[in-house]
Nanobody
Framework: QVQLVESGGGLVQPGGSLTLSCAASGFTFSTAAMKWYRQAPGKEREWLATIRDVAGNTLYLPSVKDRFTISRDNAKNTLTLQMNYLGPGGSAVYFC?????????WGQGTQVTVSS
């Protein structure tokens, strides 16, 4: 059974940093491309970043490319998103995602609120 569990969200001031984690189980994590998305209230879910399998190649939404870093620890089956210089637009629920065996899976999300 595929499970994705996000953590690390919370309240952060504008310009601050936050690191999100996604604990994965139920599939071969090391060979799976993993993604981060976010969804702000009233908006569609937005793709942020992808990290490919063993090679670890990364892709980013241009607006976050210089501020966010996606990484993975294949020994711990954990996906991470380091977010720097968060602005008010960063307030959203953040989700990790994986496609495996022809199906897409989401975690429950973790709330990030950017506010002073």
């Amino acid at each position: 059974q595929v499970q994705l569990v996000e953590s690390g969200g919370g309240l952060v001031q504008p310009g601050g940093s936050l690191t999100l984690s996604c604990a994965a189980s139920g599939f071969t994590f090391s060979t799976a491309a993993m993604k981060w998305y976010r969804q702000a209230p009233g908006k569609e879910r937005e793709w942020l970043a992808t990290i490919r399998d063993v090679a670890g190649n990364t892709l980013y939404l241009p607006s976050v490319k210089d501020r966010f870093t996606i990484s993975r620890d294949n020994a711990k089956n954990t996906l991470t998103l380091q977010m720097n210089y968060l602005g008010p637009g960063g307030s959203a629920v953040y989700f990790c995602n994986v496609w495996t065996s022809g199906l897409g899976y989401w975690g429950q999300g973790t709330q990030v609120t950017v506010s002073s």
